[in-house]
């Protein structure tokens, strides 16, 4: 375990004054365009704790965007990561091999859903991984149209930001994007029109209906959806949307790529969110979770798509770095050893309670919804779907001030998400629970 108190204490205002210097040098330094989640410069962290260079102990809620899943600083990872630093930093794995590339591929292969023959490919990042899902996915069906969803999130890059669905903030201004991208409606039970229900019965007749009229199933080269949507929402299609969409594209000739970039790695309370429905993609790809901080991304898939890529097709000069490698093999002995779905199904527990419980009190929560660890809730004007954005910068800044960080999402901007570490103590589990409780309980409508 962590050697950093797992207590919440406030001892400045947030920012406090070293704080505060620090991001002075920040604004003189840095891009503007880099948001901000919460004005503490970090000092340290570890368990469900992030400390500022104030001393302040504030609950982390969002573990580096469900990255630090297995806490930061895990013992693992950090025994890994030194050995490795201290052996060598790099070679390029396409220069000279190392076998902790290799023990990750065989890790992803044998942990990712469905027990056909899988190989994987390693690369830095999220968007890098989808940019190479989709080369594959191209290559082997000789096909180009890309099928994405409403509300999805894939990254930053141009072809990813042609996948993403939200225009502010991800795409305002960056265009021309990549062609040959085609957004379905999402099954979004809570927005669909005629409710939930008829999201069950209608979602996936409508949006097979719509690939064949509009795309023509014989052009669609990959349907990539996010099981859960992350930036989105934290939307959840009805049961049935996934296996139908999987069993169009097996049908079809269609590669089916489950972007798990933000599910993955025992989130949900399985080690993949696809397992839930038995969902098996040909092609998943994954990232945040995977090593417990170090930028570490995979493409992992059927045996015969990935080997039908030419020669030095794949690759990238930093792609599957040995330090990550070695993070990554300690961040996923860690979640198999300490057995972190189970934990996130605890949590995940603890999580619906509690939220549900607000929900029954505070009409301006619309929607509780997720699964394990994942959870998330969406605010309205009382007794509409009209989205309330405003009471989410409340929420967060009444948390904020009592040392409680969490984030936001939704393509309205009107979603709080919760992603703790799955290490987290209980007792801070249900301390920041009850601080979101009261921050929702303080707003003014
Ligand atoms: C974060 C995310 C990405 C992009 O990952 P980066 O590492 O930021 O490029 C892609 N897909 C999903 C579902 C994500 O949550």
Request: hydrophobic share 45%; with cysteine; aromatic share 6%.
């Amino acid at each position: 375990m962590t050697s950093i108190p797992q207590i919440r204490k406030i001892v400045t205002p947030i920012p406090g004054p070293k704080s505060q210097e620090i991001l002075k040098r920040r604004s003189e330094a840095v891009s503007a365009g880099l948001g901000m989640a919460i004005p503490m410069v970090v000092e340290k962290a570890g368990g469900g704790i992030l400390v500022d260079v104030d001393g302040n102990s504030v609950i982390d809620m969002g573990a580096g965007i469900a990255v630090v899943s297995v806490g930061n600083s895990a013992p693992r990872v950090v025994a890994n990561v030194k050995q490795q630093v201290e052996s060598f930093t790099h070679t390029c794995f396409m220069v000279a091999p190392y076998l902790g590339y290799i023990e990750v591929a065989e890790a992803l292969n044998r942990l990712t859903p469905g027990t056909h023959k899988k190989k994987s490919v390693l690369l830095n990042t999220g968007a890098e991984a989808l940019e190479n899902a989709v080369k594959i996915a191209r290559s082997y069906t000789k096909r180009q149209a890309i099928v994405v969803f409403e509300h999805g999130y894939h990254g930053r890059t141009n072809l990813t930001m042609a996948m993403t669905a939200k225009n502010m903030p991800y795409k305002e201004s960056f265009g021309p994007f990549a062609p040959e991208v085609y957004r379905m409606p999402m099954a979004y039970p809570l927005r669909w029109p005629g409710g939930a229900d008829a999201c069950q019965e209608e979602a996936l007749d409508f949006v097979i209906h719509k690939m064949e009229k509009e795309i023509g199933a014989k052009n669609i080269a990959a349907i990539v959806i996010e099981p859960i949507q992350g930036e989105g929402g934290f939307i959840v299609p009805p049961r049935g949307f996934l296996p139908g969409l999987s069993k169009f594209a097996t049908e079809n000739g269609i590669i089916f790529v489950a972007d798990e970039v933000q599910t993955g790695f025992a989130r949900t309370g399985q080690m993949f969110a696809c397992n839930d429905e038995g969902v098996v993609p040909d092609l998943i790809t994954t990232a945040k979770g995977i090593a417990g901080g170090l930028p570490l991304a995979a493409v992992t898939g059927r045996a015969e798509i990935m080997d039908s890529i030419h020669a030095s097709g794949l690759g990238g000069t930093f792609g599957g770095s040995p330090v990550a490698c070695a993070a990554a093999l300690g961040a996923i002995a860690t979640i198999e050893e300490e057995d972190l779905s189970a934990r996130a199904l605890e949590m995940g527990v603890i999580i619906s309670k509690a939220l549900h419980a607000m929900k029954d009190k505070y009409p301006v929560i619309a929607e509780v919804r997720g699964r394990g660890a994942m959870q998330a809730i969406e605010f309205v004007m009382p007794g509409t779907l009209e989205p309330n954005p405003a009471a989410l910068s409340a929420i967060v800044k009444y948390c904020q001030e009592q040392g409680v960080l969490i984030l936001t999402a939704g393509t309205y901007s009107n979603v709080i998400r919760l992603l703790p570490p799955l290490v987290m103590p209980e007792n801070l589990l249900r301390e920041a629970l009850e601080i979101l409780d009261q921050a929702i309980g303080s707003l003014a409508v």
